[in-house]
Structure formats: C-alpha cells, structure tokens
C-alpha cells in the first residue's frame, strides 16, 4: 500500500505570513493527489486536485506544487479563516490513502 | 446544486449490521465514482471504499471482507453495508462524489455530505 507521509503535525503561524504543509508518497503516484481543508465540526473541503490545479471558489492564495513524489500546499497571505486542518489524499491506487493531517493554527 | 445526505448511523453491537445510505440530488451517480471516507473521534480522515460507473468496487483492507459499497439508481443514492463490526469501526461516516481524468484516473473528492456517526459499543 503507498503510505502518504504529511508533515507537520501542527503550524502556528501568524496572519499574512506564507505557509508550507508537504506529503511524502512512498512510491510514485503521479499527480494524483488532492488536498483538503476541514474546519472543526465540518466535512472536508476540497481545495487542490491533480496536484496543482485549483478547484472552483477556492481562493487564489491556495497552490500546490509537486516534485518527484513530494507533494506541497502553500498558503500565501494567511487568512484567520484559513484555521483548520488539512489533509493530502493519494488517488493513483487502491486502497487510496490520506496524509496524517496538519492542524493549522493562528 | 449538487447535495449529498448521509442516513442510517447510531449505536450498534459489536458483530452486528448496519447500511449507511447517501441521497444524492443534482448529480446522478453512476455519473462519478463515489467514496465513503471515515473520521474516527478526534482522528483524521480515512478512505473506506469506491465504487465506480462500471460496477467496480474497491475497499480499504481494514474492512475488506466485512463491508460492500453499492449504488442504487433509480434512487440515486449510495450505500454502505456493514456487518461484523467492530469498536473500530466508531466513527463519523462522509459519503463524497469523485471526479476523474480524461484517462479514468481519480482525480479527488469534489462534494461531501455532512456525515453521520457510527459508534459501535457494548
């Protein structure tokens, strides 16, 4: 099974900064990871898919870039409703895997 | 507007049954592939089970064996069955639709229900 190493666990950081959460896939998957924001007591939201293409209404200051099987989301200009957690999801292969999540905090 | 609306949760014995169904409106089914993913309390996500237009299935090796996705179309709706649960099968249970390539390749998960709590206890 291809284990998705997310990294780190938790980030504080401060409005307007610049902030990096990555996933490590154990063997290649492509471009076939997406990643999500969950707000507390919410389902997950879809921000990235295919690595780096943006879905519809998410803002602009969320990117994702991918090198080799190493995966980033960055978040440029922190907002204060950017406070939640986010995960990485690998969908190359079954069983499809999520990273261990990052609880963002400000 | 695409919704999606989990139903069937609460509490369950240990080695009993349950199906989870999702009510999808604005959409129809057999249209995406669809996923169950679940959220033990206070944990983070973990995919469960797909199911796709062409009748494939695939699970998570926790509940291979124990736990069938299906889909119902004229009712447009997706279901999960589970049988010889488990304490760890607690958790809160999202049903969410799939997008994919132009090449069949899943791409990630665009819409998500809100829900629903499984907790498995004597």
């Known amino acids: 099974d291809i284990q998705m190493t997310q990294s780190p666990a938790s980030l504080s950081a401060s409005v307007g900064d610049r902030v990096s959460i990555t996933c490590r896939a154990s063997q290649t998957i492509g471009n076939y990871l997406s990643w999500y924001q969950q707000k507390s007591g919410k389902a997950p939201e879809l921000l990235i898919y295919?690595?780096?293409s943006r879905q519809s209404g998410v803002p602009s200051r969320f990117s994702g870039s991918v090198s080799g099987t190493d995966f980033t989301l960055t978040i440029t200009s922190l907002q204060p409703d950017d406070i939640a957690t986010y995960y990485c999801h690998q969908s190359y292969t079954a069983p499809c895997t999520f990273g261990q999540g990052t609880k963002l905090e400000i | 507007e695409v919704h999606l609306v989990e139903s069937g949760g609460g509490l369950f014995q240990p080695g009993g049954s349950l199906r989870l169904s999702c009510g999808a409106s604005?959409?129809?089914?057999?249209?995406?592939?669809m996923a169950w993913v679940r959220q033990p309390p206070g944990k983070g996500l973990e995919w469960v089970s797909s199911a796709y237009g062409s009748g494939t299935t695939s699970y998570a090796n926790s509940v291979k064996g124990r736990f069938t996705i299906s889909t119902d179309i004229p009712k447009n709706t997706l279901y999960l069955h589970m049988r010889s649960l488990r304490a760890d099968d607690t958790a809160v249970y999202f049903c969410a639709r799939g997008i994919q390539d132009s090449g069949g390749y899943d791409l990630g998960l665009d819409s998500w229900g809100q829900g629903i709590l499984v907790t498995v206890s004597s």
């Open positions: 295919g690595a780096s």
């Open positions: 604005g959409f129809t089914v057999n249209s995406y592939y």
